[in-house]
């Protein structure tokens, strides 16, 4: 193993060969130190590309990424700038199939780029604040080079041998950080429709943002809750201190946590530091749906872009700009829905663009991430539709009853000369 002690005299020409296809550690746990690295010395190695699926760091701009191209599965938090620059390819995919594509060799990774915890006494380090696809690319890479961060916290899970990494680059720099998103009227009123799914024993999937925190914040009067998600923010810590989520009742992982993506602040990462209520996983646990089976009552509340008259979910697209991405909404949509006691909300705000497009739509403006098929509990502001399990005509009625009523007219217009011609 290389050790570098500066991250100044890392030199990844000694690593990185021609044509490599780098795959990056994501989100919180994005290896800043590595990324400024490559965008420094990228163009003098030759041509490069790097996978990444989200980036919170701000530092992959169209201008720093001119010396590699970069593919990612969306275009979450900083990476929408690119999107909108031309500068991302979007490989359409659940997150679920990221590590198995790398596993494949259908997403190329020759190096690995990955940000973990100092090592413990048997020389493992822990990746820290992100497990999802981090395993399969250092698995499959030719060369692994960790960001060794003494502000990352040793979380329980997968670890990385020392003996696996080809070169460590030693730092002490806080991770990237995604603070709470700041909460609204529409937003509380929103999660006050999504909480009421959630009973006692429940247990819970959310992605962050404003929704999601506001619907952990309205379930302190609730018991025993359990976790099972791909990512998780700051308001896990407040229903855990307060007793509210003990995972006491699940049948599998019982008493634990279970995550793949650590995404908020310091608060959340001296939580999970050392904690054995928290168990970081790769997504062929956290998504697959063998495991998700065996979960009674789990709710899971995801986003969206848009839906349409018959149900089906845009999380991807708006108009003919690419903001979102379908990580892994269908597999917890699935999950969810066919849980015992369970559901699955997709939440929206009923408007877009200050109030001037509708978000329950005649027809979608983009792909369909969640099919009609699947889908189970609409939730926006206005209240709750419930379409599983309901025909077209049905779901068209609950869709603009949840609709905003300066739209509800128009949409009733347009829908009954849809049904005159058949769906």
């Given at each position: ?260 993506a650590l995404i908020g602040t310091r608060r959340l990462y001296a ?74 909300i997709i939440a929206l705000p009923s408007t877009a663009k200050g ?69």
């Amino acid at each position: 193993m290389t050790v570098v002690h500066d991250a100044g005299g890392l030199d990844l020409g000694r690593f990185l060969r021609p044509g490599d296809r780098i795959v990056m550690g994501q989100a919180c746990g994005e290896p800043t130190t590595l990324i400024e690295a490559l965008i420094d010395q990228g163009r003098d190695i030759g041509r490069l590309s790097a996978f990444i699926a989200t980036s919170f760091s701000g530092l992959l701009t169209p201008a720093a990424t001119d010396s590699f191209s970069l593919s990612s599965m969306g275009a979450i938090g900083a990476l929408r700038s690119l999107t909108k620059a031309h500068r991302l390819g979007v490989i359409p995919c659940h997150v679920s199939q990221v590590g198995p594509m790398i596993e494949a060799g259908i997403i190329g990774c020759d190096v690995a780029f990955v940000q973990v915890s100092p090592a413990d006494a048997n020389g493992d380090h822990s990746f820290g604040l992100i497990s999802d696809y981090v395993r399969a690319a250092v698995s499959k890479a030719r060369v692994v080079i960790a960001e060794v961060n003494d502000q990352v916290p040793f979380t329980h899970g997968e670890l990385l041998p020392g003996a696996r990494i080809d070169c460590a680059v030693r730092v002490s720099r806080p991770p990237v950080e995604v603070p709470p998103a700041k909460i609204g009227e529409t937003d509380e009123a929103i999660a006050g429709h999504a909480a009421a799914f959630i009973e006692d024993g429940s247990v819970l999937q959310t992605g962050v943002g404003a929704v999601p925190d506001a619907v952990l914040r309205l379930l302190h009067d609730r018991k025993d809750l359990g976790v099972h998600s791909g990512m998780l923010g700051d308001g896990l810590v407040e229903l855990v201190e307060a007793g509210v989520v003990t995972n006491a009742r699940k049948p599998i992982d019982t008493g634990v946590s279970v995550n793949g993506a650590l995404i908020g602040t310091r608060r959340l990462y001296a939580f999970a530091d050392r904690n054995p209520k928290i168990r970081m996983c790769a997504t062929s646990y956290t998504h697959d749906a063998a495991v998700l089976a065996r979960l009674d009552r789990l709710v899971t509340i995801n986003s969206a872009m848009e839906v349409d008259l018959t149900g089906q979910v845009n999380a991807e697209q708006s108009g003919s700009s690419y903001v979102g991405g379908t990580g892994g909404q269908v597999d917890f949509v699935r999950a969810g829905a066919r849980s015992p006691g369970g559901h699955a909300i997709i939440a929206l705000p009923s408007t877009a663009k200050g109030g001037t497009i509708s978000r329950i739509a005649v027809s979608l403006s983009g792909p369909v991430t969640t099919a009609r098929s699947d889908v189970d509990v609409i939730v926006t502001e206005f209240g709750a539709a419930e379409l599983k399990g309901r025909s077209l005509a049905e779901r068209t009625r609950r869709l603009i009853a949840v609709a905003h009523p300066d739209f509800r007219e128009e949409l009733e217009r347009e829908a009954h000369i849809i049904q005159r011609r058949g769906f």
